[in-house]
Nanobody, 128 residues
Framework: QVQLVESGGGLVQPGGSLRLSCAASGRTFGRATMAWFRQPPGKEREFVAAVRWTDGISYHADAVKGRFAISRDNTKDTVYLQMNSLEPEDTAVYYC?????????????????????WGQGTQVTVSS
């Protein structure tokens, strides 16, 4: 089993920044690929970013490229999502996810079904 605990959400003004953290515990080989998804109010869950644990290669959704950055700290077993230039459209519950598989085929990266473990989510609200 892998346990994921998100933190760092909150209320921020448009143009502001937040950094989300996802602390992972449990099976170390159970989180070969880690990702952030989000679910805006009244909408379906969508992919935000992912990172391969071993080599740190990352992927970002087009909607957040240039504004968000995913990273991982192997020493702390933590994945981060640095979010800059936040917009009201970024308002959502953000979820951390982990997969036991190390994906090299980008087709699988943004699919929710590719991930085996999920955190409880953290609310991010962008509003003035």
């Amino acid at each position: 089993q892998v346990q994921l605990v998100e933190s760092g959400g909150g209320l921020v003004q448009p143009g502001g920044s937040l950094r989300l953290s996802c602390a992972a515990s449990g099976r170390t080989f159970g989180r070969a690929t880690m990702a952030w998804f989000r679910q805006p109010p009244g909408k379906e869950r969508e992919f935000v970013a992912a990172v391969r644990w071993t080599d740190g290669i990352s992927y970002h959704a087009d909607a957040v490229k240039g504004r968000f950055a995913i990273s991982r700290d192997n020493t702390k077993d933590t994945v981060y999502l640095q979010m800059n230039s936040l917009e009201p459209e970024d308002t959502a519950v953000y979820y951390c996810a982990a997969s036991t598989r190390e994906y090299y085929n980008r087709v699988y990266i943004p699919r929710g079904g590719s991930y085996d473990y999920w955190g409880q989510g953290t609310q991010v609200t962008v509003s003035s």
